[in-house]
């Protein structure tokens, strides 16, 4: 391949920003870059995987919350082939366009043509196994498919408990013996006026933890709208610790859906 993986990745992000900004298709803007390279098939559908990861990590850096969903119109390589080949005057001496083998894995009969080398292909039952060194090659998509997934596995490690820390310590305040620490009651109301329904899942662990009634579907959609037209909401270290513990959760659900992306997409790049 004509390039490394770091000139591929540059290329792959300028795609990116350029169907951010543009509104173009990955497709159309693809297409365009390898007609200017002369890339061939293989080169085509390494560069539109990474150009696809790139839009994806674009996209995930601007989602705020829990937001998890990241959407996109994912670049086809196998399309912007069909469609350079279709359009082309003649065919393009390139690797097979059918062949959905990775870059670098099946030869390039063409490219032997090209250099003007036969390809002479050793019979299976002739080959005979040499030993390397060399780790076996793994498609720069693919390894930096698995680069995201183990930087996202560890932030939703890190998330998940951040938010049982931050639970832990507002449930140590809440048992603490009656008239040396706030009201529960109190800052639950606070708590509703400030989150509103999305704060659910925090107060029904500290309701488990300080055995207390499960009273949250008490807080209708009525109650909680009144409270937080009426309730002024006073700033203090529980309710920081609540705010915490709610954008810990967010950020889990985030890395989750992240994740999620990542396993739907590696099966198409070769895992």
Not at 52 to 67: C, S, Y
Not at 137 to 165: C, H, P, Y
Request: glycine fraction near 4%; proline fraction near 5%; avoid cysteine.
């Amino acid at each position: 391949m004509r390039w490394n993986e770091a000139e591929y990745i540059k290329h792959a992000q300028g795609l990116a920003e350029q169907h951010l900004v543009t509104k173009k298709s990955l497709n159309e803007l693809s297409e365009k870059f390898s007609e200017e390279n002369k890339l061939n098939p293989d080169e085509i559908r390494t560069l539109v995987r990474l150009a696809n990861v790139a839009t994806f990590q674009e996209l995930f850096k601007k989602k705020d919350g829990g937001d998890k969903m990241i959407e996109f119109d994912t670049g086809d390589p196998e399309a912007v082939i069909r469609n350079m080949v279709s359009s082309a005057s003649e065919p393009p001496q390139t690797a097979n366009i059918h062949n959905d083998k990775l870059a670098g894995e099946v030869p390039d009969m063409m490219r032997e043509k090209r250099l003007g080398k036969k390809f002479d292909p050793v019979p299976e039952a002739e080959k005979v196994a040499e030993y390397t060194d060399k780790p076996a090659r793994e498609d720069i998509v693919v390894m930096n498919l698995r680069k995201l997934a183990n930087e996202f596995t560890l932030a939703r490690i890190s998330a998940g408990a951040q938010w049982e820390e931050k639970l832990a310590a507002l449930a140590k305040v809440f048992k603490r013996a009656p008239g040396y620490g706030p009201k529960f009651k109190d800052f639950e109301k606070q708590a509703w006026a400030e989150f509103g329904p999305d704060v659910v899942p925090e107060i029904t662990v500290l309701h488990e933890e300080l055995r207390i009634p499960a009273a949250v579907s008490t807080f209708s959609s009525e109650k909680i709208a009144y409270l937080q037209a009426r309730l002024v909401v006073e700033d203090s270290k529980e309710l920081s610790l609540l705010k915490e513990a709610v954008a810990a959760r967010q950020t889990h659900q985030k890395m989750s859906g992240a994740l999620a992306w990542v396993d739907a997409n590696m099966p198409a790049l070769g895992r």
